[in-house]
């Protein structure tokens, strides 16, 4: 899952490492600073460290006021790495959505308008086979058939010619469906599937920081009462004087130290999970940048071959004109009363008058 070769490269920084690497120091330090003070666990959002972090749905981010500087991982790009870090309250009623399921979100409702756009393209087609399908129709109506001459002869011509249009109109609405439609239905035949496994990778990552979390939150309220028993004791100490109350304080030193050690040890096996989480979520995030990329160039594409073909259906209608246009040119009435007369004259010879 993780896709190492699309990290990004150093980026707003003055010394060597990878800005991934280098914000995910930012965390890890930020969070070690803050841990061995003992605070009442509860609120999802709430300071770890009066000095330096907040950590908000288990997720530790630095505080404004002692924020480091942190350059974009990809400055002037608006690339979704930098801006989908926190979760987002969708409602007062609802909760919070993750900044990846936003990202999720964004790449299903693409798929849903790619599908779309078949569908119209599909409606697009039938009615460019209706069309057809009238024209060829019409052309093969015997209205005014018995017209001679040249008048004849174009508006024979001009009944073939919506029988031409209406092939022309079947191979656009063939040509649509398998280079415009076909594609669209086709792009990322496994791209549900595909969202999933990103889906379920990111939010395992996820379920795993909020145990490690848990792990912190309890390990520090249990340090939280080992420092408290060792107050006690100690302060019993000056009461009283003995080598029991010697031994105890020793005892609870020694929880005490213990209770430390495991607070460390669990923060930094939640900083190691934070680590993990962070970089899954930049590598992850870019290949969805890069699939949105792919996903509208391909539209984009497959929408001008939509154009030239309309164009070239233009081209085509207009070459079935030219035979009529032609005809139309040569149309003369005389020479067609020439050639009705010629066929249909009775007589040359003209009447006279009777003579007595």
């Not at 924020?67 to 400055?75: A, R």
């Not at 011509?157 to 609405?173: G, I, M, P, R």
């Not at 100490?237 to 031994?247: A, D, G, P, R, V």
């Amino acid at each position: 899952m993780r896709h190492k070769n699309s990290l990004p490269t150093v980026n707003g920084f003055h010394s060597g490492g990878s800005p991934l690497h280098r914000l995910e120091h930012q965390h890890n330090s930020l969070v070690r600073k803050s841990s061995s003070e003992p605070q009442s666990p509860g609120s999802p959002t709430r300071k770890q460290s009066k000095e330096t972090t907040a950590t908000i749905n288990c997720v530790t981010f630095p505080l404004p006021a002692f924020m480091p500087e942190q350059h974009l991982l990809k400055p002037n790009e608006w690339s979704y790495c930098d801006y989908f870090w926190m979760d987002k309250k969708e409602s007062p009623s609802n909760g919070s959505i993750t900044g990846f399921e936003i990202l999720l979100q964004k790449q299903l409702k693409g798929k849903q308008m790619q599908k779309e756009m078949a569908e119209f393209i599909r409606e697009r087609i039938k009615i460019e086979e209706e069309y057809a399908k009238n024209l060829s129709k019409l052309s093969q109506i015997p209205l005014a058939s018995q017209e001679e001459g040249t008048l004849g002869e174009a508006w024979a011509q001009l009944k073939k010619s919506l029988a031409d249009e209406a092939d022309v109109h079947l191979k656009f609405s063939s040509k649509l469906q398998s280079e415009v439609e076909k594609p669209f239905l086709t792009f990322r035949e496994n791209f549900k599937k595909d969202m999933k496994r990103f889906d379920h990778h990111i939010s395992d990552l996820r379920k795993q920081l909020v145990g490690r979390y848990a792990s912190v939150e309890k390990a520090r309220k249990a340090l939280a009462e080992r420092q408290k028993e060792l107050e006690l004791k100690s302060q019993q100490l000056e009461i009283k004087l003995s080598n029991k109350t010697e031994e105890e304080i020793k005892k609870a030193r020694r929880k005490s130290t213990q209770a430390g050690d495991e607070l460390m040890r669990c923060v930094d096996l939640y900083n190691q999970s934070q680590s993990r989480w962070f970089e899954e979520m930049v590598t992850t995030s870019l290949e969805l940048e890069r699939l949105e990329v792919e996903r509208v160039e391909m539209i984009r594409q497959h929408l001008c071959q939509y154009t030239t073909l309309r164009h070239e259906t233009d081209m085509f209608n207009q070459s079935t004109m030219e035979p009529v246009d032609k005809l139309l040119q040569c149309v003369d009435p005389i020479k067609d009363r020439e050639l009705w007369v010629k066929e249909n004259k009775t007589g040359e010879i003209r009447p006279v008058d009777i003579e007595v």
